[in-house]
Every structure is written in structure tokens, then in C-alpha cells.
């Protein structure tokens, strides 16, 4: 089982600013690792796979990097509605796959 | 447009079965590995479990190996998620995803409480 985690749990941010954010993975997971964002009361949106890609209709602030154990998900200029929690995820073992536990966005 | 429907959440007795599945369209279903995700009130997502496309593969997270089988009927473009000897731990909302293996599509969500 790969075991993941991230970094920070909670970060306090203003409108505006650049925020990194950063998973782990117990493992190397080469670049199979995406990040979900989530809002309260819906699903999570698929917002960067294999490490570095933007999914279909993702604004051009969000991005993604890393490959192996150490990855980070960076907002270039935190807008309103990025407000919300970003999940990391695995993917290297098919179809046997985990979750980081979450960073919560918070406004500052 | 690719669209996923959960059905089949609700009220159980801890120790009951549920059975949930989700309706897919929008796309070449049978092409797809599906999977489920599941998260408590408040939590972070879990995964629990995926079947490959044609069916033939199928695995579970630890904590519902041995209570819970995913299947899927490729005709009908459903996946589905028969859940047994549930327990209060497994209230949760649960999601089903299409597998690209990243999970580029989900469903709203099906809530299941586990109480007496």
C-alpha cells in the first residue's frame, strides 16, 4: 500500500497571493499523481494528472509538479473560488490506488 | 456530455447489505476502469474500490475487502457496489469515478448511514 500524505493541513492565504502546496508519497509513484480540488457539498474535480497536466477547462494558475515521492500543486494568484480542499492522488498501482488526507484553503 | 448517477444510498441496520450503482453515459463505458471513492462527513476521500473495463479485475481497499464486491454490467453501462455486514465506520457519501486512472469524471455522490 502507498501511503500518502500532505502539507500543510490547513493554510491561511489572501485573495491574490501564490500558495504551494505538498504531497508525498511513501513510495515511488514516478509522475502517476493528479490533484482534486473540493468545495463543500460537491464531488471532487479533477484538476492536474500525471503530475504536470492540466485537466480539460483547469485555469492556467493552477500547476503541477514533481515526479517520484515529492510532488507540489502551486496556485499562481489565489482567486476567490479556489477557495476549497486539494486532494493528491496516486495512481502508479493499477487500480489499487490512495489519497492524500487533504489541504484546506482557507481565507486569510 | 459524460454523466454518472449514483443510486441506492440510504438508511441500514449496522450488519445489513446495501447495494449501490451508478449509471453511465456520455461515453464508451465499456472502454473505462471504474472505480469508488467514499468520504465521511467532514473527511478526506477514501478509495475503496476499482474494476477494470471488461470486468475481470476487480480490488478493494483493506478496510471493505471481504465485505463489499464491485461488478459491472457493460451492456447496461452500470457499475455497482454490493455492500455487506455494514458497519457504522462505512457511513459515508460515496462516489463512483470513470478511471483514466485518474478519475477525470464523478458522480454527485450516494449517501449511506449505517445505524440502528
Known amino acids: 500500500e502507498i501511503v500518502m500524505t500532505q502539507s500543510p493541513a490547513t493554510l491561511s492565504v489572501s485573495p491574490g497571493e501564490r500558495v504551494t502546496l505538498s504531497c508525498r508519497a511513501s513510495q515511488s509513484v514516478s509522475s502517476y499523481l493528479a490533484w482534486y480540488q473540493q468545495k463543500p457539498g460537491q464531488a471532487p474535480r479533477l484538476l492536474i494528472y500525471d503530475a504536470s497536466t492540466r485537466a480539460t477547462g483547469v485555469p492556467g494558475r493552477f500547476s503541477g509538479s514533481g515526479s517520484g515521492a515529492q510532488f507540489t500543486l502551486t496556485i499562481s494568484s489565489l482567486q476567490s473560488e479556489d477557495f476549497a480542499v486539494y486532494f493528491c492522488?496516486?495512481?502508479?498501482?493499477?487500480?489499487?490506488?490512495?489519497f492524500g488526507p487533504g489541504t484546506k484553503l482557507e481565507i486569510k | 456530455e459524460v454523466q454518472l448517477l449514483e443510486s441506492g444510498g440510504g438508511l441500514v441496520q449496522p450488519g445489513g447489505s446495501l447495494t449501490l450503482c451508478c449509471a453511465a453515459s456520455g461515453f464508451t463505458f465499456s472502454t473505462y476502469a471504474m472505480s469508488w471513492v467514499r468520504q465521511a462527513a467532514g473527511e478526506g476521500l477514501e478509495w475503496i474500490s476499482s474494476?477494470?473495463?471488461?470486468?475481470?479485475?476487480?480490488y478493494y481497499a483493506d478496510s471493505v475487502r471481504g465485505r463489499f464486491t464491485v461488478s459491472r454490467d457493460n451492456a447496461n453501462n452500470t457499475v455497482c457496489l454490493q455492500m455487506n455486514s455494514l458497519r457504522a465506520e462505512d457511513t459515508a457519501t460515496y462516489f463512483c469515478a470513470r478511471d483514466k486512472p485518474s478519475f477525470d469524471n464523478w458522480g454527485q455522490g450516494a449517501l449511506v448511514t449505517v445505524s440502528s
Open positions: 492522488q496516486q495512481y502508479y498501482l493499477w487500480l489499487r490506488y490512495s
Open positions: 474494476i477494470s473495463d471488461r470486468g475481470g479485475s476487480t
